[in-house]
């Protein structure tokens, strides 16, 4: 089967190589038919929707960053997110962030000889039109009109990247890496941008962004994902990553962590009272909301009682959720 280009999109006399993307950040896409007017949705979970705009029971929980940071802002977006899988609506940033995430994915698949930008270049509109004949759904996010403004921006993130590092001067370890361990007593889930080995056996951990580094205000964020893939390679390589690397694609700057084993294993503690806590959140159905400024970003407002909605009913904890913790083994009790 050839490729399908975007509605809008045009590279004239390029085709793009097909691509898959196979990193769930864009989940599926869906057609809403319950709120008037049709609307694009997004399934966070990657499942498809139910009639009451649930997605449908998948893997069993697990701690990510991104679903920590979500119980720490507020504990129903998490079980929202989590548990219901509510539908939402991705973004043209996110798209384009799993477009450029996929392209330098398989930018190392290639030749170091061959990662040249003008690749890199191809790579993304291969991987967007992969998206588009996948999910046609995504033109509608975009906008036909604005499609070639989508691939620009995509192919500006790149051309920052390339005055970052030199992609054919090294061989990634891996990239894409799937962690799904438990360490620590709490189940573990991410996705490793890329894993670099030093001839030395230094181990290099990289994650891109492709939005613009974050403020002083903003840091503790950032550094609380790059700790949990510092304690991912700990308990999956058995070593302390030499230096953990955030490259933001929109401005150049990078953010670098050197993690130290006493440092991880008290950031373990901390994970393991977080996880203690959504634990007992699933076992009673108790997410409060807990309203604070990014609730201007939150999809949820319908449904949620700070802002005049209502709480649908507790679907019950996922399949394969533990027991809650007992007091007296809960360390975010202590
Ligand atoms: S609107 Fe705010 S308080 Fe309500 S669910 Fe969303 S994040 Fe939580």
């Not at 050839?2 to 864009?26: D, E, M, Q």
């Not at 043209?92 to 698949?109: D, I, N, P, S």
């Amino acid at each position: 089967m050839g490729v399908r280009i975007c509605p809008g999109y045009r590279a004239a006399g390029v085709t793009p190589p097909k691509l898959s993307v196979p990193r769930p950040t864009l989940p599926n896409v869906s057609t809403s038919a319950n709120a008037g007017s049709p609307m694009t949705t997004v399934d966070v979970s990657g499942a498809t929707p139910a009639s009451d705009g649930r997605g449908l029971a998948g893997r069993p929980l697990a701690l990510s960053p991104s679903r920590a940071a979500d119980f720490k802002q507020c504990p129903l977006l998490y079980r929202y997110r989590a548990i219901d899988r509510f539908a939402e609506t991705p973004t043209t940033a996110q798209t384009r962030g799993t477009v450029v995430h996929a392209a330098l994915e398989h930018l190392f698949g290639m030749p170091a000889s061959l990662r040249t930008r003008e690749s890199a270049e191809l790579l993304v509109e291969g991987a967007w039109a992969a998206m588009c004949e996948e999910r046609p759904e995504l033109a509608e996010i975009i906008g036909a009109a604005d499609d070639t403004k989508f691939i620009a921006d995509a192919h500006k993130l790149i051309a920052t990247y390339y005055t970052m590092e030199n992609p054919t001067a090294f061989e990634a370890d891996a990239v894409e890496e799937h962690i799904e361990i438990t360490s620590g007593g709490i189940r573990m889930r991410g996705f490793i941008d890329r894993v670099d080995v030093a001839p030395t056996g230094e181990v290099r951990v990289v994650d891109y962004k492709t939005g613009r580094a974050p403020g002083a205000a903003f840091e503790a964020k950032a550094l609380f994902q790059m700790k949990f893939y510092a304690l991912a390679i700990l308990r999956t390589r058995g070593v302390v990553p030499h230096r953990l690397q955030l490259m933001y694609l929109s401005d150049g700057q990078q953010l670098v962590y050197t993690p130290d084993r006493d440092e991880l294993e008290r950031f373990e503690r901390t994970l393991t009272a977080i996880w203690s806590a959504i634990q007992a959140a699933v076992a009673t159905g108790d997410f409060r909301p807990q309203r604070s400024r990014l609730c201007s970003m939150c999809e949820h407002k319908a449904r949620c009682p700070e802002f005049g909605g209502v709480i649908p009913p507790y679907p019950g904890p996922p399949a394969g959720s533990p027991p809650a913790p007992s007091p007296a083994t809960d360390p975010g009790a202590a």
